[in-house]
């Protein structure tokens, strides 16, 4: 049985199309080390902490077709979660941020019981909510700091050697979550398990017919895909300083995450990293020229919409159905 | 405190009335178009900001700059059509999801550019209708009124006129109806934009109610969905309904607790009734 | 001989609509049951109730000594039970290889990836389309689809085959070739429930036959019988005179 894994690891491994992602990912991730410039690590650490939280909700919504507009939550959940560790319980930040994780993930299961088994559009409306509804409650909780939100004091930096250290350190940490991120999308998509969510996906119906068990499965997608979610939470938050509702449950990250994995091309491991890196860049661009500043709302919309009506599989889908031969790393 | 409860729940049913021609429009494009279009609430919050710049511009009455910016409603949800919808109106589900909220997109931030986050209002002194122990202000009666109207309005469009036998060939079997001549492409732009009309109607009357931000719109989507969940999908009368029993919700609960919990009840209700009872309490078409 | 599957009193409404009323029948192990009946009749919706899509009103559903009623479809598949569909459900953007290994996968024998993309390429050179296997199956043609949809069904190495008008919009040659296939399943011990209105090929591959009309059981028996049971003529006609007819010229 052990031998039947590694095999399968080995093929896994071998697939030439998990190493551009890797590869880029590992690239980009090096840029700041190499350099030891601090707004380079900053950048950096935005379009990796995109491309973890696009690859993530790929397996989602890119695997099992789902839409899911309230992905966010995951983020802001965990991140209050492990923020609370953190500055109230006391909790040393790895644990914090793994039961940012947990709390996600948790979450993910809840979600899958109850609202999962409606289809398509239903499910859709009802995720509209479900962020908002959560934003609405943590504002509303006392423990977790009400509207107000929590901050920590920043005397918490001194254990990890300063506040320069600590932000190197969250740093790798999330350049090391990113390549667990496209890891384990990379893994969903070549298994027995990814081949049933791309079933329900293409039709949930004849996918029950031949017996993927459907409701199991696209619940464990949901749960895969909110856990890393969670953990970065908690590491941008600690990295902030402070967690409020507003921030942690921002509706229109949850849109731009969509926009990113549809850019890339939806089901493929590498387009979420080319999307988010992408539109991260064309957004960090936007930001600093004048007129566009307020626009980039509109700015994210035009590019969904110019996607979904002209290349609904992203860059990467349209590369593959352009140029067959780099199907294979392509993927 | 009974007289408080009942005009509470009179002011809410009225306000629900409202509600009910939005979610109308929402529920017409789900029955005949087959999607659901994340635009509405843009539409809702643009056509509040039509009636108030129409008034403010001319400074006519804002009832009579209703029918102005119904027909804004229209022309807009035909445009939309054509340019979004109409390329993935045959593609899975997602695709029309993403389309229609990538207009929401790009509405909403453009607007939100013009007009920012400011709260407006439309000042409208018309007094109330006293009616035993409940003073209905008279912006509720008028605006029950234009809705009754537009819901007659809308019944004899469907019913008994030529394109609404065609809307409802369309609605009932779009292959079928293209076989027999008729344009499905117009007709399904058409209903589109009798629902974003619907929707802008509603978002007109809403104006004189209260006062509005550009991300109002999104809060009145989701009611909206809400009702069209009750009513079930695809039921117009069904959301007429579902709009007085939103509206009474809503009417009701401030008098009993924080008017914070609305929107997390509405939620609520909205998960439940998906969850329990698919096809709305009125039931709806698949 | 061991009956594979009993359907005992099965009945299903839709809101007015009584599609399926006390239909009852039994199919023996390496049989092919024809089943057929003018549109409408609930062919289909029989179908959908054996393989759990749509839960019975009413009866029993009873597979090798096992009542499945109540089970969802997914677990009906793990059993044995592969199904065809009348309008062919493709997985679009996945390739043929891949669709089939669906079938492979989870279906009866449950196997890992490797091992069901072997079973794929044996299944789809049986059904003839091992060249196409690279190919999304989006871009097959109709009657390439159809044989995909029985790859993906046989790939689970089913018990039991249902196959819902997998001859529709076929050419002759196709037909022959597709009947020659379900005999080749059938060689193979797979027992097989086919619905069909390509009445002279139904009648030809099958064992035994059955007839629905409004969700009725209205004849039983060998092909040549029930082809000229009076009933069924009327149920296909709908006017006496003329099945009266009919059953004259077919002597």
């Not at chain 3, 919009?169 to 193979?188: F, K, S, T, Y």
Request: hydrophobic share 55%.
């Amino acid at each position: 049985m052990i031998r039947g894994a590694a095999l399968e690891v080995a093929r896994w491994l071998r697939n030439p199309g998990l190493w551009p992602p890797l590869i880029l990912v590992a690239a980009l991730g090096a840029i700041p080390a190499a350099t030891g410039s601090a707004t380079l690590r900053e950048g950096i650490f935005l379009l990796l902490m995109y491309v973890a939280l696009a690859s993530s909700l790929n397996i989602f919504l890119g695997y099992t077709g789902y839409v899911s507009f309230g992905h966010i939550v995951f983020f802001g959940l965990g991140g209050y979660v492990g923020f609370y560790a953190l500055t109230v319980l006391g909790w040393p930040l790895a644990l914090a941020a793994i039961a940012g994780g947990v709390a996600a993930g948790l979450l993910a299961l809840a979600i899958g019981a109850s609202v999962l088994r409606l289809r398509g559009a239903y499910f859709a409306l009802a995720t509209l909510g479900i962020n908002e509804a959560m934003r609405a409650f943590v504002s509303n909780f006392g423990p977790f700091g009400g509207p107000t939100g929590m901050s920590l004091d920043f005397s918490i930096y001194r254990s990890f050697g300063g506040p320069t250290e600590a932000l190197w350190l969250a740093y790798f940490s999330m350049l090391a979550l990113t390549i667990v991120a496209v890891l384990m999308s990379s893994a969903v998509k070549g298994s027995r398990f990814g081949l049933g969510l791309f079933s329900i996906r293409e039709d949930e119906d004849a996918a029950l017919v031949m017996g993927v068990r459907a409701p199991s499965a696209k619940t464990i997608a949901l749960v895969l895909s909110a856990v890393i979610p969670g953990v970065i939470g908690v590491l941008f938050f600690f990295k902030n300083g402070n967690i409020e509702p507003p921030d942690a449950f921002k509706l229109q990250t949850s849109i731009e995450i969509i926009v990113m994995v549809m850019l890339g091309g939806f089901g493929t491991v590498l387009g979420p990293v080319v999307g988010a890196a992408g539109y991260e860049r064309l957004r960090s661009f936007l930001l600093t020229s004048d007129p566009f500043k307020s626009l980039q709302l509109t700015i994210a919309g035009v590019v969904l919409l110019l996607i979904i009506l002209f290349i609904p599989n992203g860059v990467i889908g349209w590369l593959r159905a352009r140029v067959p031969r780099l199907r294979g790393t392509l993927q | 405190m009974l007289s408080q409860l009942a005009a509470s729940l009179v002011d809410g049913l009225l306000i629900g009335f409202v509600y009910g021609i939005a979610a109308m429009g929402l529920t017409l494009i789900w029955g005949v178009v087959r999607i659901i279009n994340l635009a509405h609430g843009a539409v809702i919050a643009l056509a509040m900001f039509g009636v108030y710049y129409l008034v403010l511009w001319t400074g006519v009455n804002p009832y009579l700059a209703l029918p102005l910016v119904a027909i804004g409603g229209l022309a807009a949800g035909y445009v939309i059509y054509v340019l979004a919808v109409r390329r993935v109106v045959n593609a899975p589900p997602l695709a029309s999801l993403l389309a229609t909220f990538a207009v929401n997109m790009i509405l909403i931030g453009t607007a939100t550019t013009v007009f920012t986050t400011s709260p407006y209002s439309i000042t409208l002194e018309l007094g109330g209708v006293d009616a035993g122990f409940v003073t209905i202000p008279a912006t509720r009666i008028v605006a029950t009124v234009v809705a009754i109207g537009v819901t007659v309005g809308l019944y004899l469009l469907l019913y008994r006129s030529g394109v609404g036998r065609q809307i409802r060939a369309v609605a009932n079997n779009r292959d079928a109806a293209e076989l027999m001549g008729i344009p499905s492409g117009r007709i399904l732009a058409l209903s589109f934009g009798i629902g974003t009309m619907l929707a802008a109607a509603a978002g007109g009357l809403i104006a004189t109610f209260f006062p509005f931000t550009i991300l109002s719109g999104e809060a009145y989507q989701l009611k909206s969905f809400v009702i069209v969940v009750l009513g079930g999908l695809g039921n117009p009368l069904g959301a007429l309904a579902g709009g007085l029993i939103l509206g009474s919700l809503e009417g009701l609960v401030p008098v009993f607790t924080s008017a914070s919990w609305v929107p997390v009840i509405e939620f609520g209700l909205f998960v439940v009734i998906l969850l329990v009872l698919p096809n709305g309490v009125f039931g709806g078409r698949e | 001989m061991t009956i594979v599957l009993r359907a005992e009193d099965i009945s299903k409404r839709f809101g007015g609509l009584q599609a399926l009323a006390n239909v009852s029948f039994a199919v023996e192990e390496g049989q092919i049951l024809g089943l057929i009946g003018p549109n409408g009749a609930g062919k289909t919706t029989l179908f959908n109730v054996l393989n759990a899509v749509y839960r019975p009103d009413g009866g029993r559903i009873v597979y090798r000594d096992r009542d499945i009623r109540g089970l969802r479809p997914y677990d009906v598949a793990r059993l044995g039970i592969a199904r065809t569909h009348q309008i062919v459900r493709p997985l679009n953007e996945l390739t043929v290889r891949e669709n089939v290994m669906v079938g492979a996968c989870f279906g009866r024998r449950e196997l890992g990836l490797v091992d069901a993309a072997a079973a794929a390429d044996a299944t789809l050179e049986l059904v003839g389309l091992d060249a196409r296997s690279d190919q999304l199956a989006a871009t097959l043609n109709v009657a390439q689809k159809k044989r995909l949809e029985l790859a993906r069904a046989l790939a689970a190495d089913p018990d039991l085959l249902l196959l819902d008008e997998v001859l529709a919009g076929l050419n002759p040659a196709e037909i022959g070739a597709m009947l020659d296939m379900i005999r080749l399943v059938r060689d193979r011990g797979v027992t097989i429930v086919i619905i069909e209105h390509v009445m002279h090929a139904l009648m030809n591959v099958s064992d035994r036959v059955v007839a629905l009309d409004y969700g009725r059981l209205i004849a039983e028996g060998a092909p040549a019988e029930v082809a000229a049971d009076a009933a069924v003529i009327e149920a296909y006609l709908g006017d006496p005179k003329l099945a009266a007819g009919l059953v004259r010229a077919h002597d």
